[in-house]
C-alpha cells in the first residue's frame, strides 16, 4: 500500500463564540474539505482512508479539523504532540487557527442568544469561559494563527479567513455564461445581464433564421454590426475586472448572462465570444445555451420600422 500523500491540514480550534462554525464553514466554500469535532483517536484513521475511486482530485484538497473543548478525548498537550508528530512521522503541512475573544464579549453573545456554555450548562456562562480558557490555553500558545473576534462581524472573520487561508484555483467562483432570450424571461440566479438586443437581428435574415450563433455565416452577420467590437471589447474588460473581485468577496457561484430577444443568435455568439476570451484570461467558465434550441417565432421578435433587417 502506498503511503498516503501529504496533505496541508489546518486544526481549527478556540474558545465556544468565538467563530470556529463561520470559519469552518467559510474554509468549506474555499473549497477546503472540512471534518469538525472528529475523535482525536480516528484523526491519522482519517488521514490513512484513500479517496473513492474516479475521485483522486480530493488528495489536493487542504483539510481543515475543528476541534474544541466538547471534542471526545479533549487533551490540548496531546494534541500538540499528535500534530507534531504528524510533521516529523508523515510529512504533512500542519498548522493551527485558534479563535479568541474577549470574556465580555463571549458573554454578552450566548446571552443574546440564549445558548449554554457547552462546559456550564447550569451555571453562569462566565464559569464555562475561566474552564474553557484553562483547557485551550497550550493550543493558544502554540496556535500559528490566532484571530481575536472580539470587535469582528461574522462578515469581517469570513473575510479574515479568505485573506489568511485563501489558495490559487481553490477558492475561485464557479464561473457561468449564459445565452438567454428576453422574451422567454430573464434569469432569476444572474449577476450580470447584458442586453444585445442593440445589435442587427439575424432573425430577419430568411437564410439566417433557423441558424444559431454557433453558425459561422450567424456570427459574421452580427460582427458586422458597426458597434459590435468597441461594446464587446468594453464588457470583456469589465468582466476581467469584477470576476476577481466578485471572487475576493466570497462568492461561490458567478452567473454572467447575455439576452437578445429570442435567445438563439445575438446571446448564443457573444456568450461564445466571451467566454473564450475568458478562458484565455485564465478563467474557467462554463457557457450554458438556455434558449438556443427553442424554435424561431416571429411573434416574439420585434421589427422596428425601417424595413426587415431592423433591430429588434
Request: aromatic share 6%; net charge negative; charged share 30%.
Amino acid at each position: 500500500m502506498n503511503a498516503p500523500t501529504p496533505k496541508t491540514i489546518l486544526l481549527v480550534s478556540g474558545l465556544s463564540g468565538a467563530g470556529k462554525t463561520t470559519a469552518l464553514k467559510t474554509l468549506e466554500d474555499m473549497g477546503w474539505e472540512v471534518v469538525d469535532n472528529l475523535p482525536l483517536l480516528l484523526l491519522e484513521r482519517l488521514l490513512d482512508t484513500p479517496v473513492p475511486a474516479g475521485h483522486e482530485e480530493l488528495d489536493d484538497r487542504p483539510l481543515a479539523l475543528g476541534i474544541d473543548a466538547r471534542t471526545r478525548g479533549f487533551d490540548a498537550q496531546a494534541i500538540v504532540q499528535r500534530i507534531k508528530a504528524l510533521r516529523t512521522r508523515r510529512g504533512h503541512d500542519v498548522e493551527t487557527l485558534f479563535l479568541d475573544c474577549s470574556d465580555m464579549e463571549l458573554e454578552r453573545r450566548f446571552a443574546e442568544t440564549r445558548r449554554r456554555h457547552p462546559l456550564a450548562s447550569d451555571r453562569p456562562a462566565a464559569h464555562g469561559l475561566a474552564r474553557e480558557r484553562e483547557l485551550t490555553d497550550p493550543l493558544r500558545r502554540w496556535a500559528t494563527h490566532v484571530i481575536d473576534t472580539t470587535s469582528l462581524t461574522s462578515n469581517g472573520l469570513q473575510q479574515e479567513i479568505r485573506n489568511r487561508f485563501s489558495r490559487d484555483g481553490l477558492s475561485a467562483p464557479v464561473l457561468t455564461i449564459m445565452s438567454f432570450g428576453f422574451s422567454r424571461g430573464v434569469p432569476l440566479n444572474a449577476d450580470l445581464v447584458f442586453d444585445m438586443r442593440f445589435l442587427r437581428n439575424p432573425h430577419w435574415e430568411p437564410d439566417l433564421r433557423p441558424k444559431t450563433g454557433l453558425d459561422a455565416d450567424v456570427s459574421a452577420y452580427i460582427v458586422d454590426d458597426p458597434a459590435y467590437e468597441e461594446s464587446l471589447s468594453r464588457i470583456e474588460e469589465l468582466l476581467a475586472l469584477l470576476l476577481p473581485r466578485y471572487a475576493d468577496s466570497g462568492k461561490s457561484y458567478v452567473t454572467v448572462a447575455f439576452g437578445c430577444t429570442g435567445g438563439r443568435h445575438r446571446s448564443v455568439h457573444v456568450a461564445e465570444r466571451v467566454a473564450k476570451y475568458l478562458q484565455d484570461a485564465g478563467f474557467s467558465p462554463t457557457v450554458s445555451h438556455r434558449n438556443m434550441e427553442s424554435a424561431p417565432q416571429d411573434s416574439l421578435e420585434k421589427r422596428e420600422p425601417g424595413g426587415p433587417k431592423a433591430q429588434s
